[in-house]
């Protein structure tokens, strides 16, 4: 090998390592770039996390909020239930008291009407008429009823 061969070998190493420094340099210049947008990412991820965290932690203050008020709410759904069952016994109490009334007073005509049946037995049976003591208001003496 001559020296001339020597030099053209060593320029052609001299491009080729110049042509894959810049081949490698533009790798990691790219390489560079996108572990930048990674980063930034990350950051907007670690971000978006952060206010996911807060949504969370507000979220399950919420959800605790909504725990006490539920059992404040359970305590008063059991006041207006017990209320509502007082209410209704004394309702449906006085339901009761009203049948019986109704009843009372349907024995009360079913006595008068039984009592009417007998008064018109005897005027059929006898041809009297019962003797009342007071008609339409005036007061009626015994001695002036017709007796057939």
């Known amino acids: 090998m001559t020296n001339e061969d020597r030099k053209i070998i060593d320029e052609y190493v001299d491009k080729m390592t110049k042509s894959f420094s810049n081949v490698f340099f533009s790798e990691i210049q ?25 949504w969370s932690s507000g979220h399950q ?21 017990a209320f509502l069952a007082m209410a209704s016994g004394i309702f449906f ?27 018109r037995y005897l005027e059929y049976k006898f041809k009297e008429t019962p003797i009342v003591s007071t008609t339409r208001g005036g007061v009626i003496k015994k001695d002036t009823i017709n007796k057939k």
């Open 30 to 54: 790219g390489l560079k770039d996108d572990v930048k947008e990674i980063k930034e990412s990350i950051s907007k991820t670690n971000d978006c996390l952060a206010e996911v965290n807060k």
């Open 61 to 81: 203050a919420i959800h605790d909020a909504q725990d006490n008020d539920r059992e404040k709410s359970l305590k008063t759904i059991g006041v207006v239930i």
């Open 93 to 119: 109490g006085f339901a009761s008291i009203n049948k019986k009334f109704e009843r009372t007073e349907y024995r009360i005509e079913t006595l008068d009407n039984f009592q009417r049946m007998q008064e």
